[in-house]
């Protein structure tokens, strides 16, 4: 079964890439021509963004797209046989800087993450990742490694729980919901996803927003079973590192957490020109950054009408510094 997926921010994430965007500075005026570079996709799900870069690029660029998902990867493969600039690379991007110098590739030109689940994932219930389908609750991006969320939940404790639900997911009411799950699975193992979704959902106050009440929960179970903050933290420190100067990182957030990580990475070094004010330095004997954020676009109103999971994206750019 074909599952579509609508990119978020298409057309402002691969402008950013290509420094088309204003504030960023520019590779070239010449907009029409087809830009030569080495570009990373750190998240490729279906391709949208990368199709789309492809658009612009000259025959002897190449894009490395990764992704954890199988399912992924073998829609990458295919596009990259129909089109040599491609190379698919089953991996997460935190491993991106092994990747790139594995392949004698000293920098590249842009990267771009777009994090979150992908709408084939969440649309196909045996995936696990949706409290609205039943599936076999996994919610594991790559299936053929570490344990599932049915596994960890059969052996984890009320406070292993309550943790994971409230530092993941930021639920107030995760002590409620870890004593909740370890005293049905006593009774019967949990299995589905619905199985969960109905667990939560009856401890706790229906959101007054609309909201499912296991939103957050499984959220914050997928978060923790992946791996993701470990790897977002690691995938975009090494992402700084083998950007050229004046290359972009661009980055696509759904959430706090991740938006948070992001922010602290990309202006860190700019907050550690505060410790030198009032010092008696010249301009140039300060610091340089290795990297600036230059610029925040959240979706529009037309945009979340069309793909209302496009509603909390908070796209981020950061350009590594000249010197």
């Given at each position: 079964?074909?599952?579509?997926?609508?990119?978020?921010?298409?057309?402002?994430?691969?402008?950013?890439?290509?420094?088309?965007?204003?504030?960023?500075?520019?590779?070239?005026?010449?907009?029409?021509?087809?830009?030569?570079?080495?570009?990373?996709?750190?998240?490729?799900?279906?391709?949208?963004?990368?199709?789309?870069?492809?658009?612009?690029?000259?025959?002897?660029?190449?894009?490395?797209?990764?992704?954890?998902?199988?399912?992924?990867?073998?829609?990458?493969?295919?596009?990259?046989?129909?089109?040599?600039?491609?190379?698919?690379?089953?991996?997460?991007?935190?491993?991106?800087?092994?990747?790139?110098?594995?392949?004698?590739?000293?920098?590249?030109?842009?990267?771009?993450?777009?994090?979150?689940?992908?709408?084939?994932?969440?649309?196909?219930?045996?995936?696990?990742?949706?409290?609205?389908?039943?599936?076999?609750?996994?919610?594991?991006?790559?299936?053929?490694?570490?344990?599932?969320?049915?596994?960890?939940?059969?052996?984890?404790?009320?406070?292993?729980?309550?943790?994971?639900?409230?530092?993941?997911?930021?639920?107030?009411?995760?002590?409620?919901?870890?004593?909740?799950?370890?005293?049905?699975?006593?009774?019967?193992?949990?299995?589905?996803?619905?199985?969960?979704?109905?667990?939560?959902?009856?401890?706790?106050?229906?959101?007054?927003?609309g909201k499912h009440?296991?939103?957050?929960?499984?959220?914050?179970?997928?978060?923790?079973?992946?791996?993701?903050?470990?790897?977002?933290?690691?995938?975009?420190?090494?992402?700084?590192?083998?950007?050229?100067?004046?290359?972009?990182?661009?980055?696509?957030?759904?959430?706090?957490?991740?938006?948070?990580?992001?922010?602290?990475?990309?202006?860190?070094d700019e907050s550690?020109?505060?410790?030198?004010?009032?010092?008696?330095?010249?301009?140039?004997?300060?610091?340089?950054?290795?990297?600036?954020?230059?610029?925040?676009?959240?979706?529009?109103?037309?945009?979340?009408?069309?793909?209302?999971?496009?509603?909390?994206?908070?796209?981020?750019?950061?350009?590594?510094?000249?010197?």
């Amino acid at each position: 079964m074909n599952f579509e997926h609508r990119p978020v921010l298409l057309k402002e994430a691969v402008n950013s890439l290509l420094k088309k965007e204003q504030k960023i500075h520019m590779f070239s005026s010449r907009d029409h021509d087809p830009i030569s570079g080495i570009f990373i996709d750190g998240t490729f799900g279906r391709g949208g963004h990368t199709q789309e870069l492809l658009s612009f690029l000259d025959d002897s660029s190449k894009i490395l797209v990764f992704d954890k998902d199988p399912e992924a990867i073998e829609f990458a493969r295919k596009m990259s046989e129909k089109d040599n600039r491609i190379e698919a690379i089953h991996s997460s991007f935190a491993n991106i800087k092994d990747e790139v110098f594995h392949r004698n590739i000293s920098c590249v030109d842009g990267i771009l993450l777009d994090l979150g689940v992908s709408s084939p994932q969440l649309d196909d219930g045996s995936r696990g990742f949706s409290f609205l389908k039943e599936g076999p609750l996994d919610m594991r991006m790559d299936p053929t490694k570490g344990i599932s969320v049915a596994e960890w939940l059969s052996i984890a404790s009320v406070d292993e729980i309550r943790e994971v639900i409230l530092n993941y997911g930021e639920e107030r009411f995760a002590f409620k919901i870890a004593k909740a799950i370890v005293a049905r699975r006593e009774k019967k193992a949990f299995t589905t996803t619905l199985d969960l979704a109905e667990c939560i959902s009856s401890v706790i106050p229906k959101k007054k927003n609309g909201k499912h009440p296991a939103t957050r929960s499984f959220q914050a179970l997928r978060i923790y079973i992946n791996n993701e903050l470990f790897d977002l933290s690691k995938g975009i420190t090494s992402a700084i590192e083998i950007l050229k100067p004046g290359g972009v990182l661009v980055t696509i957030s759904f959430h706090s957490l991740e938006d948070r990580i992001i922010k602290n990475i990309i202006t860190f070094d700019e907050s550690k020109k505060s410790i030198y004010a009032g010092l008696p330095l010249l301009q140039k004997d300060l610091p340089v950054p290795k990297v600036r954020q230059v610029l925040k676009i959240l979706p529009d109103e037309s945009e979340v009408s069309r793909n209302p999971r496009a509603r909390s994206a908070v796209l981020r750019v950061a350009q590594k510094s000249f010197l």
